[in-house]
Antibody, heavy 120, light 111 residues
């Protein structure tokens, strides 16, 4: 079964660092782009960025460039989203998502279950 | 700067038909495919339409998508509304730098 399984909910304090994960299974991990999408409480979906695990080519949305780091570990088929210093405004649910095919513009069709991050 | 604009909310009665619009600005909406996602409370998004008008397996044919180049907009139409269709709906496409662009979302109430 093709799936993305995300790490569990996190409760952190402002200024702390955090790395959440998205583990892929059921497909050739290195060949598919995987994106991160933010949803702040009661708000809409925002694209944060995307990575191609095959060569670690990474693109960021303008609002997220320099604020987060997206990385991948091919050996364990896992993509990460990392903060060096959390802010209260990072409180949100974060989803990873994979396009249905291997192109960066292919529509996303596989979503992780979401990771809720609360920063106080 | 490519932006997709949706109405914040819509409501309709069970059995009726509703069309949710997604208007593009900053570029032609037909330049790239448009997808539609349904998100129920406390759940992740699921695709109901991809590549403008295609339905994933398992999505009822009550859901359909279209593009209108004259108004630079995409539409999601849901016919024979059911209470289970009550959810938030998001359109999504791409900008010139391959970045995903989401509309602001439309909360559909079926009452």
């Amino acid at each position: 079964e093709v799936q993305l399984v995300q790490s569990g909910a996190e409760v952190k304090k402002s200024g702390e660092s955090l790395k959440i994960s998205c583990k892929a299974s059921g497909f050739s991990f290195s060949r598919y782009w995987i994106a991160w999408v933010r949803q702040m409480p009661g708000k809409g979906l925002e694209w944060m960025g995307i990575i191609y695990p095959g060569d670690s080519d990474t693109r960021y949305g303008p609002s997220f460039q320099g604020q987060v780091t997206i990385s991948a570990d091919k050996s364990i088929s896992t993509v990460y989203l990392q903060w060096r210093s959390l802010k209260a405004s990072d409180t949100a649910t974060y989803y990873c998502a994979r396009p249905y095919s291997t192109g960066i513009r292919d529509p996303p069709d596989i979503w992780g279950q979401g990771t809720k991050v609360t920063v106080s | 700067n490519f932006v997709l604009t949706q109405p914040p909310s819509m409501s309709e009665s069970p059995g009726k038909t509703v069309s949710i619009s997604c208007t593009g600005s900053g570029a032609a909406i037909a330049r790239n495919f448009v997808q539609w996602f349904q998100q129920r409370p406390d759940s992740g998004p699921i695709t109901v339409i991809y590549e403008d008008k295609l339905r994933p397996s398992g999505v009822p044919d009550r859901f359909s998508g279209s593009i209108d180049t004259s108004s630079n907009s995409a539409s999601l139409t849901i016919s024979g509304l059911k209470t289970e269709d009550e959810a938030d709906y998001y359109c999504q496409s791409y900008d010139t730098n391959d970045r995903w662009v989401f509309g602001g979302g439309t909360r559909l109430t079926v009452l």
